[in-house]
């Protein structure tokens, strides 16, 4: 966590996190247009806070796109915060940004884990429940099958979809209906996309979620911090993490 604390100390590292807390997937350009500074003194500060997972970046065509990636400042939020500010701890991840396209999310972790092991914690019922706030996850997971997140305590399935890419333990791409609140379901359909990828003993797991309207509620993706986090603690220590949306849903 050192390398986050010290790209959190400068104001214009801050100033530039700001930037795309209120509008997400920016490009260097018009990251650069908001601050005094030449675009090689703004590439330099955006390479640090990407080297802290602070910044994840994706291409769009030929655009390279910064997001903001909550995760580490979830993880410095679970170590020390959350045990002492648990009720009202999750007005630290309201990550709503509006953008003028469809809205996308991408979430960003490191995990001392095999690719066999975090697929498995994906796709098994018994194990997503661990951390997804007691919520398992039913798929036969083959191409073009369906999937169902359920909670024992819930009257029906929280959110379905199809499994469009099924590349274990590579790739999941999925798409999404939520009908956990009537809000969320009159939402329509969004994609959700899990990348593993092998980095020495770890794993880099990335994953996005896309095609979102641009003023979209926060409580379709606003849980991602919490998901990622727990699923982390689990796969390292083997235990569940407590996290605000586990305390509001985990029954079990």
Not at 177 to 194: I, L, Y
């Amino acid at each position: 966590m050192e390398t986050v604390f010290k790209a959190l100390a400068h104001p214009t590292r801050r100033e530039l996190l700001d930037s795309l807390f209120a509008q997400d997937g920016q490009t260097l350009v018009s990251l650069t247009d908001g601050h005094d500074m030449t675009r090689i003194g703004v590439a330099k500060h955006l390479q640090l806070l990407e080297e802290a997972g602070l910044v994840v970046t994706r291409r769009r065509g030929r655009e390279k796109l910064h997001f903001l990636n909550p995760i580490p400042i979830r993880l410095v939020h679970d170590r020390w915060v959350s045990k002492f500010t648990e009720p009202w701890a999750t007005g630290l991840v309201d990550l709503k940004a509006e953008l003028e396209e469809a809205m996308e999310k991408v979430f960003e972790i490191y995990i001392r884990t095999t690719p066999e092991r975090l697929w498995a914690a994906i796709t098994d019922p018994a194990i997503r429940a661990r951390y997804h706030f007691g919520a398992g996850v039913d798929s036969t997971w083959a191409p073009g099958s369906k999937w169902t997140l359920v909670h024992p305590g819930a009257d029906g399935a929280l959110a379905g979809g199809e499994n469009l890419v099924v590349d274990p333990p590579h790739r999941l791409v999925q798409t999404m209906d939520v009908t956990w609140s009537e809000d969320a379901a009159q939402e329509g359909t969004s994609r959700v996309t899990w990348e593993i990828e092998p980095v020495g003993n770890s794993c880099r797991l990335t994953v996005i979620h896309d095609q979102l309207r641009d003023d979209a509620p926060a409580e379709l993706y606003g849980g991602w911090p919490m998901i990622l986090s727990g699923l982390k603690t689990w796969l390292e220590t083997g235990e569940t993490l407590t996290t605000p949306g586990s305390l509001m849903y985990d029954k079990t």
